[in-house]
């Protein structure tokens, strides 16, 4: 974990894991793309957040056999805490002293959060970087936290003139889990049956069911509030088909760009959290994904999919449009992953929700672009955006306008 004062190399610290029911499937990909950094321009180490919170440093934490930590491996990690400081670089501070005094602190130039869903990837550890002055790569604070709010979401897509599905919200009561089914049937009235309900806040299909009545609504409900404070409610769209795509201006800094498009191939009529990230469920990549730099991949443990698939051009055209449209309303950056549904059969088409830290960063997406970007690349233009944009955010020593000052500077 010590620096060499000589190196030319940037310290990318990859933030993964979290307090998050999506803490699993985040270690899975903090690993894979840590991996994949270039380390001849770059020097990544992990920095593990834990499910209580925690956040832990070690070289064990590279190898994703050491997951969960045991008391054992406990022992060989280092709680740390961020140093919030404006220098405009990161600073993590050894919370416990070192056989021979104090442990020294770990410098890094770049932030790299892979964090998926609550308090990760919804604009919460953003913040905390804009407050420290760090570079970060990814959405930032403002879209982080519109787009892992399902409800936001739609607001934002109505005042774009982007398609979306009706929607009705419930929310958590303020106490117990149970709604009764006269309150429930008044909240659902602007939709039909079957109806889907999810998290309002979540993602990796985790508290989707289908519902037909208020009863299988009133059931299914609380298994959503035990980790979202509100559910969105939308129409059970038939023959359903899916697609998502993956947008970003990283590669050149100005140019908004969309990869290819994806279709995931669901066994089932809705595709679940273990379809999406255990369908395959071999042992490759036991060490978190390890593959060579730039190599070409299959993604996570082998999503099934169908990349680029033949498209009606409308249907095409009105996916790569709307993506754009979002992304440069919201002054993207990063890479998020816009999922859309339709019918197959009438052709109609919504965008669903939006994913501004998608499963692996999406970098199968961006391997199959019409422009083709391989993963250590992919992170490497990540990596440089996020310097460009925390130049974009400068403010002198002292923000402070001399007219606006009220007390005597010191010398």
Not at 152 to 166: E, G, M, N, Q, V
Request: overall charge neutral.
């Amino acid at each position: 974990m010590s620096q060499n004062k000589n190196t030319t190399k940037k310290r990318v610290a990859v933030f993964f894991g979290g307090r998050s029911p999506e803490h699993d499937v985040s270690v899975v990909s903090g690993l894979q793309a840590m991996n994949a950094i270039d380390q001849t321009r770059y020097a990544p180490f992990p920095v593990y957040i834990a499910p209580d919170g925690e956040w832990l440093v070690g070289e064990l934490l590279r190898e994703r056999a050491s997951y969960m930590l045991d008391a054992n491996a406990l022992k060989q990690v280092t709680p740390v805490t961020i140093d919030v400081r404006a220098d405009r670089k990161g600073v993590l501070i050894p919370k416990k002293s070192g056989l021979f005094g104090g442990a020294k602190p770990i410098e890094f130039d770049v932030a790299f959060p892979i964090f998926h869903g609550l308090i990760g990837e919804d604009g919460n550890i953003q913040g905390l970087f804009e407050l420290a002055n760090i570079p970060y790569t990814g959405m930032r604070t403002k879209a982080s936290a519109i787009l892992m709010d399902k409800v936001s979401t739609k607001h934002f897509l109505r005042a774009l003139d982007i398609p979306y599905l009706p929607y009705a919200v419930i929310k958590r009561p303020e106490e117990g889990y149970l709604i009764p089914e006269d309150r429930l049937e008044a909240l659902l009235a602007p939709l039909t049956y079957p109806c889907i309900i999810k998290p309002s806040h979540l993602g990796s299909s985790i508290g989707v069911a289908k519902v037909r009545d208020a009863h299988e609504a009133k059931a299914c409900l609380p298994a959503v509030f035990e980790y979202d404070p509100v559910a969105i409610a939308e129409p059970f769209v038939e023959n359903l088909i899916e697609y998502n795509v993956s947008v970003s201006k990283c590669f050149d800094g100005k140019t908004i760009v969309t990869s290819a498009i994806e279709r995931p191939k669901a066994k089932d009529e809705l595709l679940d959290f273990k379809q999406k990230y255990l369908s395959g469920g071999g042992t490759k990549g036991a060490k978190g994904g390890t593959k060579t730099p730039g190599q070409s991949s299959e993604g996570m443990l082998s999503l099934t999919r169908e990349i680029n698939p033949s498209l009606p051009k409308e249907t095409e055209n009105n996916i790569r449009t709307w993506a754009n449209r979002l992304f440069d309303a919201l002054d993207g950056a990063g890479a998020p992953r816009i999922d859309f549904i339709g019918n197959s059969k009438t052709g109609q088409i919504w965008m669903n929700e939006v994913n501004p830290c998608p499963g692996s960063l999406g970098y199968f997406l961006w391997e199959a672009a019409p422009q083709p970007h391989l993963f250590t690349d992919y992170l490497t233009a990540l990596i440089e955006e996020a310097f460009a944009e925390n130049r974009k955010l400068a403010l002198p020593r002292d923000p402070v306008p001399k007219d606006a000052r009220l007390f005597k500077r010191p010398n």
